[in-house]
């Protein structure tokens, strides 16, 4: 038997509920299609279980694009205080931490809940374990959804199925394989907010250094971030590497200053000036920790006291703590990264309505699209923000 709905959404998590809640709304009769076998799971497993559900500070720099200019237009239809006001009419105790970032006081779960209660205040339908076998636009323009269970025709098709990471809670490429179904051109995709992993070497000399985190300055040529650096047993990681990441290309290096609020070679040139007699080392040392020092900076001049110090012993030390260069190997790809880089061309979409310009009826939300946000809220804002649009039109 043919099911007839006005909306299909594939992906109950993000932007399909948002979507979902929009078009409800407007008393469209939605349909919320998933494989999984629970609706919201990347919500539910984000900001460390307590959901960064957006950034009171969020402008279109904050995301990445082939397209930089694309995600204006939703981001200012539907933003993040709309979306904090949404959070305060559900009274979800949430708190600011650095950045801008908002987080849940308590669980990500309130987020979700709140989702799947708006969902169900517009009679929204939501199946999950649902395998879609086939996706086709009829002659009479529906289209034709066939999932394992059952056949669908519906007027506007939403495809919210997000990006490649962390397949093994259900991420899959179905997005960017029914765009190009549909003529739509995809972008290479690539893992972002990923920890770094090193090469042999680094990694023999890091390894040990494994549980330290700093305050770090990262930057390549097109891109600078000051936050946590942490050191790990398989590579580095913390903010500044996850952000630093959606930026780095394979095979290039990246700088990292340690020490980002001091001048160290001055530093050092006025602690030898006062006559100091310490060792390089136990100086250094109150600046940063020992095992940190030890694994970067020459043996033979951290023994040294400081009168007995040459200058550029010294340009040497500052350089190896804040210009530290380090090529990584690659990142440790989808399997921890947060977000994917490139999808779905925006150029081929309705920044307005999120609606493809080639075929009429099908829209793309979410991460599924060429539009990557930074770490700090940025990526869940867009998907209610791209969610929400689509809602006012499907
Ligand atoms: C560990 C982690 C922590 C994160 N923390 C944050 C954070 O704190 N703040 C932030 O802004 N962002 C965070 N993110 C990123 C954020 O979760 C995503 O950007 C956001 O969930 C994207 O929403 P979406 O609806 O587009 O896709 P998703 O949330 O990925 O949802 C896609 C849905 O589609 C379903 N689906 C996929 N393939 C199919 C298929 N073939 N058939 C049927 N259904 C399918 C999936 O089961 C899923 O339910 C985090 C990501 C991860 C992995």
Same mark, same amino acid.
């Given at each position: 038997?043919?099911?007839?709905?006005?909306?299909?959404?594939?992906g109950?998590s993000?932007?399909?509920?948002?979507?979902?809640?929009?078009?409800?709304?407007?008393k469209?009769?939605?349909?919320?299609?998933?494989?999984?076998?629970?609706?919201?799971?990347? !919500?539910?497993?984000?900001?460390?279980?307590?959901?960064?559900?957006?950034?009171?500070?969020? &402008?279109?720099?904050?995301?990445?694009?082939?397209?930089?200019?694309?995600?204006?237009?939703?981001?200012?239809?539907?933003?993040?205080?709309d979306?904090?006001?949404?959070?305060?009419?559900?009274?979800?105790?949430?708190?600011?931490?650095?950045?801008?970032?908002?987080?849940?006081?308590?669980?990500?779960?309130?987020?979700?809940?709140?989702?799947?209660?708006?969902?169900?205040?517009?009679?929204?339908?939501?199946?999950?374990?649902?395998?879609?076998?086939?996706?086709?636009?009829?002659?009479?323009?529906?289209?034709?959804?066939?999932?394992?269970t059952?056949?669908?025709?519906?007027?506007?098709?939403?495809?919210?199925?997000?990006?490649? &990471?962390?397949?093994?809670?259900?991420?899959?490429?179905?997005?960017?394989?029914?765009?190009?179904?549909? #003529?739509?051109?995809?972008?290479?995709?690539?893992? #972002?907010?990923?920890?770094?992993?090193?090469?042999?070497?680094?990694?023999?000399?890091?390894?040990p250094?494994?549980?330290?985190?700093?305050?770090?300055?990262?930057?390549n040529?097109?891109? &600078?971030?000051?936050?946590? !650096?942490l050191?790990?047993?398989?590579?580095?990681?913390?903010?500044?590497?996850?952000?630093?990441?959606?930026?780095?290309?394979?095979?290039?290096?990246?700088?990292?200053?340690?020490?980002?609020?001091?001048?160290?070679f001055?530093?050092?040139?006025?602690?030898?000036? =006062?006559?100091?007699?310490?060792?390089?080392?136990s100086?250094?040392?109150?600046?940063?920790?020992?095992?940190?020092?030890?694994?970067?900076?020459? =043996?033979? !001049?951290?023994?040294?006291s400081?009168?007995d110090?040459?200058?550029?012993?010294?340009?040497?030390?500052?350089?190896?703590?804040?210009?530290?260069?380090v090529?990584?190997?690659?990142?440790?790809?989808?399997?921890?990264?947060e977000?994917?880089?490139?999808?779905?061309?925006?150029n081929?979409?309705?920044?307005?309505?999120m609606?493809?310009?080639?075929?009429?009826?099908?829209?793309?939300?979410?991460?599924?699209?060429?539009?990557?946000?930074?770490?700090?809220?940025?990526?869940?804002?867009?998907?209610?923000? &791209?969610?929400?649009?689509?809602?006012?039109?499907?």
């Amino acid at each position: 038997m043919l099911k007839k709905v006005d909306v299909v959404i594939i992906g109950a998590s993000a932007s399909g509920l948002m979507c979902a809640i929009e078009a409800g709304k407007r008393k469209r009769k939605v349909l919320v299609l998933d494989h999984a076998n629970k609706a919201g799971k990347k !919500i539910l497993m984000s900001g460390g279980g307590r959901c960064n559900f957006t950034n009171y500070d969020v &402008s279109a720099e904050n995301y990445i694009s082939h397209n930089p200019h694309f995600c204006k237009s939703a981001l200012s239809r539907f933003t993040q205080w709309d979306f904090i006001a949404m959070v305060g009419d559900y009274k979800i105790p949430y708190h600011e931490r650095s950045h801008g970032q908002l987080f849940c006081d308590d669980s990500a779960k309130d987020i979700l809940n709140m989702l799947l209660d708006e969902c169900k205040a517009v009679s929204v339908e939501i199946k999950l374990k649902t395998n879609i076998k086939s996706v086709a636009k009829a002659d009479n323009g529906r289209f034709i959804i066939i999932s394992d269970t059952e056949k669908i025709s519906a007027e506007s098709l939403v495809i919210a199925t997000g990006g490649l &990471s962390i397949p093994k809670i259900g991420a899959t490429p179905f997005g960017y394989q029914i765009a190009e179904q549909f #003529g739509h051109h995809v972008y290479p995709t690539y893992a #972002g907010l990923v920890p770094f992993t090193l090469q042999p070497g680094d990694k023999e000399k890091l390894s040990p250094l494994s549980g330290i985190a700093v305050e770090a300055v990262v930057k390549n040529d097109r891109q &600078s971030f000051r936050e946590a !650096i942490l050191f790990t047993h398989r590579g580095l990681s913390g903010p500044v590497i996850l952000q630093m990441s959606s930026y780095w290309h394979p095979g290039e290096a990246v700088e990292i200053n340690l020490l980002p609020d001091v001048d160290l070679f001055e530093f050092l040139l006025q602690k030898q000036k =006062e006559g100091s007699q310490q060792r390089v080392k136990s100086v250094l040392a109150t600046l940063l920790p020992q095992r940190l020092i030890a694994a970067l900076v020459d =043996e033979g !001049i951290m023994d040294k006291s400081f009168q007995d110090t040459p200058h550029a012993h010294f340009k040497q030390v500052a350089s190896q703590l804040q210009k530290w260069r380090v090529s990584p190997n690659g990142t440790e790809g989808y399997r921890t990264a947060e977000v994917t880089l490139g999808g779905v061309d925006c150029n081929e979409l309705s920044s307005k309505t999120m609606q493809s310009n080639k075929i009429a009826g099908l829209y793309f939300v979410g991460e599924v699209m060429d539009v990557t946000g930074w770490l700090g809220g940025y990526n869940f804002q867009w998907s209610w923000s &791209s969610g929400w649009c689509a809602g006012q039109c499907v």
